[in-house]
């Protein structure tokens, strides 16, 4: 069986779940049934083609696709084009698209190749949900979304709860939840004592993640230190003398051996998929704090593996908690075993062999 996965935003939490499902599917015993292909576009500011094709498991394709994020009609034509032409090369049997703009594409692109073909799309989180965007844009995202499934067809695979609940308003969809290596996490976990207690957030510094709000949480707490692992173009926005900012690491491991460092971790997003730096932040057994939205509220059970919160207030009583370390490790420990039960990749991704199949 032929498997293409067709996505335009290899990065962030994206890029680490095709890095997984790669050496998932590019395991030698897979290999025998499946043959998979990613294709993708290195269009993004973050994405390296050439790191891609260092760190992604040589046993499945890469196909480079410049494919541009907004709407583009002259841009978009081409990158259809292109597509058509590489699925016609590689004649698969299922075709799995990831995020919107390549739900769109691959959605034309799969309808025009006149061949029957099982067709999945996965949202990582629908473009109607952003809270950065004007109304009619969602109301036009929204549309589209509801349009193209009617008129095209396939299923949805949503990664998270609610973005299944979601999906099951507009058409033939699945759960499988977005998952990750929970072994390889744990590698990197080794017991630290900060002198002062720290909080953090992995992931780019965007306003999908809300970088004001979390200056403002610092700015509340001066007697804790605040670490935002990674960088981005708001930046600036992160202005607290309380606040240490890594950069980019070149390593993924790097990354995580900067997230084992923290005591609690916290995600103050406006909006998400299926956050899985949360994921690997209780794989090491740290308390979460996250702002009530989807995706957040899909991983975190409120007063077990931490807290999810609507305001500041909230969230002040919700630190002080957790500063009780006994407290800290009670919740980590059920972050692990809620992990090990729902969010395992090795798991997730057999479920995805049986829906292909």
Request: charged content about 25%.
């Amino acid at each position: 069986m032929k498997v293409v996965h067709i996505v335009e935003a290899l990065a962030g939490g994206v890029n680490t779940y095709f890095k997984e499902l790669s050496f998932f599917f590019g395991d030698a015993e897979i290999k025998q049934g499946i043959e998979t292909t990613i294709i993708y576009s290195a269009n993004r500011v973050e994405v390296d083609s050439r790191k891609i094709n260092t760190e992604f498991s040589k046993g499945v394709s890469l196909v480079e696709l410049n494919m541009v994020r907004e709407f583009s009609p002259f841009q978009d034509l081409k990158s259809l084009l292109q597509l058509i032409k590489e699925l016609r090369r590689i004649q698969p049997d299922v075709i799995h698209l990831h995020s919107s703009k390549a739900g769109v594409l691959g959605r034309i692109a799969c309808f025009l190749l006149f061949k029957k073909t099982k067709l999945f799309y996965t949202p990582h989180g629908y473009a109607f949900l952003r809270t950065d965007t004007p109304n009619l844009n969602k109301k036009f995202y929204r549309a589209i979304e509801s349009s193209f499934q009617g008129i095209f067809g396939g299923t949805t695979i949503a990664c998270g709860d609610t973005e299944y609940e979601i999906a099951k308003n507009i058409g033939k969809s699945h759960l499988l939840r977005n998952g990750i290596d929970i072994k390889k996490v744990q590698k990197y976990i080794s017991k630290n004592n900060n002198a002062i207690l720290t909080i953090g957030i992995l992931g780019r510094i965007t306003s999908a993640r809300n970088p004001t709000l979390f200056n403002e949480i610092a700015l509340r707490h001066s007697n804790l230190n605040f670490v935002w692992i990674g960088d981005g173009e708001l930046k600036p926005l992160l202005t607290a003398p309380n606040i240490r900012i890594t950069g980019w690491f070149l390593d993924r491991e790097d990354a995580l051996t900067a997230l084992n460092t923290i005591d609690i971790y916290i995600q103050t997003s406006l909006w998400e998929g299926l956050p899985l730096a949360i994921l690997e932040a209780m794989v090491m057994q740290k308390p979460v704090l996250a702002t009530n939205i989807i995706g957040n509220k899909d991983i975190v059970v409120h007063n077990e593996t931490g807290f999810l919160f609507n305001d500041l207030a909230e969230l002040d009583n919700y630190i002080e908690i957790l500063k009780d370390e006994e407290v800290r490790h009670r919740f980590g420990k059920k972050g692990l075993e809620r992990c090990q039960y729902l969010f395992d990749s090795t798991k997730n991704f057999t479920q995805l062999i049986t829906l292909y199949k």
